[in-house]
């Protein structure tokens, strides 16, 4: 069967006033639960996009196998159920067996999750969702972690109303769209502490259409961010807090490349929201970047203190409903994708996904190409123009890249990549001095003993000639889409 559910992440506080204020207005039941997740000692079937686990309910048992792991299709999972007599695994049945080929007796348990469990059955609209709200922890050998989840699992209906109840949860407590599976918990406390986390490869493949291909990026982007803004919920992380940037920037960047594909009046909302939460990050980050060419130990003081009323505000922006609204928003336009049409109907819908991204990269690639012809003699804007211009480039070479198959193709893109990472770092730099004096001004530094050491006219033109070289090397460069 199909499995279509949203998850939302609480704190226990929040999962308390739901319960305190009858918030599902119905008595529910409660179960105790323990699950105990399998694999194989090389991750076999988390390496597959598969989980297995067998759900211990008084002296009940099911075991249950899922795949996909929320990174691709966030919210539909195709899920297998039988009753079982113990914690062994039934392998031979032949709905999953294919899918479980090969593991057989190498399975064995890796970690185990314990919750108290709270069930409703609820009517929103159309729809019956049952509503689940499990308490407890994850434990992995000698770790555990908390788990706080609501997850809204549709029966019936529409799926839109599991995304309506979401936003109504929303306005009682802080509600945060869950992007980690219960498998995907355990096995990351199976690994070292998680920190920033970056962008992953999307498997989208050549026979997908370009709307297609659009959803699975995007969730992809979407992931991204979560997981940073969950890991600067407790820890002050530059490189977290730079990956949280990134992965907005990157979900900005794929809608711009992809707009022609939308006929949806919420497109630009969410692209201008979008954009919002990205500058509420922009001095954060720009205090990090002077931190680290900071050498003076009293203006280096002065900037930790200003980084941590930077961060302070990040927090915020992250807490706040409108952040929270932005992401149900998107989880509900990405995964349901209503959009995906234009207004003469199934044109672009049924566009295949590589004929669009090589127009795409053709059209970015001129325009770069062309920008940067006179890097040295432009001025601080249209250079800034040109580094937004080659990082969209850049991030459409990484989204693609998959749909170009080949021994050639694949070694032509790791070079095209090279030779963007190397223009966009030396772009960035030169940003780096372009807007350095205001963000000193903005924090009233500019005066301070130290700040003049930061950027100089030398390192300026240094940072110019190294760029030439670099929009040069980029150029050259064949092009892996041709």
């Known amino acids: 069967m199909q499995e279509v559910d949203v998850k939302?992440?609480?704190?226990?506080?929040?999962?308390?006033?739901?319960?305190?204020?009858?918030?599902?207005?119905?008595?529910?039941?409660?179960?105790?639960?323990?699950?105990?997740?399998?694999?194989?000692?090389?991750?076999?079937?988390?390496?597959?996009?598969?989980?297995?686990?067998?759900?211990?309910?008084?002296?009940?048992?099911?075991?249950?196998?899922?795949?996909?792991?929320?990174?691709?299709?966030?919210?539909?999972?195709?899920?297998?159920?039988?009753?079982?007599?113990?914690?062994?695994?039934?392998?031979?049945?032949?709905?999953?067996?294919?899918?479980?080929?090969?593991?057989?007796?190498?399975?064995?348990?890796?970690?185990?999750?314990?919750?108290?469990?709270?069930?409703?059955?609820?009517?929103?609209?159309?729809?019956?969702?049952?509503?689940?709200?499990?308490?407890?922890?994850?434990?992995?050998?000698?770790?555990?972690?908390?788990?706080?989840?609501?997850?809204?699992?549709?029966?019936?209906?529409?799926?839109?109303?599991?995304?309506?109840?979401?936003?109504?949860?929303?306005?009682?407590?802080?509600?945060?769209?869950?992007?980690?599976?219960?498998?995907?918990?355990?096995?990351?406390?199976?690994?070292?502490?998680?920190?920033?986390?970056?962008?992953?490869?999307?498997?989208?493949?050549?026979?997908?259409?370009?709307?297609?291909?659009?959803?699975?990026?995007?969730?992809?982007?979407?992931?991204?961010?979560?997981?940073?803004?969950?890991?600067?919920?407790?820890?002050?992380?530059?490189?977290?807090?730079?990956?949280?940037?990134?992965?907005?920037?990157?979900?900005?960047?794929?809608?711009?490349?992809?707009?022609?594909?939308?006929?949806?009046?919420?497109?630009?909302?969410?692209?201008?929201?979008?954009r919002w939460l990205t500058s509420e990050l922009g001095d954060a980050r720009n205090i990090d970047v002077i931190i680290k060419r900071a050498s003076d130990e009293g203006f280096s003081s002065r900037l930790q203190a200003a980084r941590k009323d930077a961060y302070g505000a990040v927090n915020a922006a992250f807490s706040s409903v409108r952040a929270r609204s932005l992401m149900i928003d998107l989880a509900e336009w990405i995964s349901i994708k209503n959009w995906r049409s234009n207004e003469t109907g199934e044109a672009l819908l049924v566009q295949p996904a590589r004929n669009f991204a090589s127009n795409v990269l053709d059209k970015l690639w001129k325009k770069v190409a062309n920008g940067g012809s006179d890097l040295i003699d432009l001025d601080d804007e249209t250079r800034h123009e040109l580094r937004i211009s080659a990082k969209k480039l850049r991030y459409a070479a990484e989204f693609f890249g998959p749909l170009y198959k080949g021994k050639a193709k694949t070694k032509r893109h790791k070079r095209f990549i090279m030779a963007m990472e190397g223009l966009q770092d030396q772009l960035g730099s030169l940003n780096d001095i372009v807007t350095a004096p205001d963000m000193l001004a903005k924090l009233e530094l500019s005066e301070a003993s130290g700040a003049e050491e930061l950027f100089s006219a030398a390192d300026k033109e240094k940072l110019l000639d190294d760029a030439a070289e670099a929009h040069d090397i980029f150029v050259d460069t064949r092009r892996f889409w041709r």
Not at 215 to 232: D, G, S, V
């Open 8 to 274: 939302i992440e609480l704190t226990e506080s929040g999962a308390s006033s739901l319960l305190k204020k009858d918030f599902f207005e119905s008595t529910p039941i409660i179960l105790q639960q323990k699950s105990v997740y399998f694999d194989t000692s090389d991750r076999d079937l988390a390496q597959r996009g598969l989980s297995l686990h067998i759900r211990q309910c008084g002296n009940e048992r099911v075991q249950t196998v899922k795949s996909g792991d929320g990174s691709i299709e966030l919210f539909t999972r195709e899920e297998w159920q039988r009753p079982v007599a113990d914690d062994s695994p039934i392998l031979d049945d032949p709905e999953i067996g294919p899918l479980l080929s090969g593991t057989g007796e190498n399975l064995a348990p890796m970690f185990e999750v314990h919750v108290k469990r709270h069930r409703w059955n609820v009517t929103e609209g159309d729809a019956t969702i049952e509503v689940a709200l499990d308490i407890g922890k994850v434990v992995a050998a000698d770790r555990e972690a908390p788990l706080c989840e609501l997850e809204l699992e549709k029966k019936s209906g529409s799926p839109e109303a599991l995304f309506g109840l979401a936003r109504k949860v929303n306005l009682i407590t802080p509600a945060h769209i869950g992007v980690l599976t219960k498998a995907e918990r355990g096995y990351r406390l199976l690994d070292p502490a998680p920190g920033a986390v970056k962008a992953s490869v999307t498997p989208i493949t050549p026979d997908m259409n370009a709307a297609t291909a659009f959803a699975h990026l995007a969730a992809t982007c979407l992931k991204q961010f979560r997981l940073n803004e969950m890991a600067l919920s407790w820890s002050r992380n530059a490189d977290a807090l730079h990956q949280a940037r990134v992965s907005l920037r990157r979900l900005r960047s794929l809608f711009s490349i992809c707009k022609s594909l939308f006929a949806d009046s919420r497109f630009d909302h969410m692209r201008d929201e979008l």
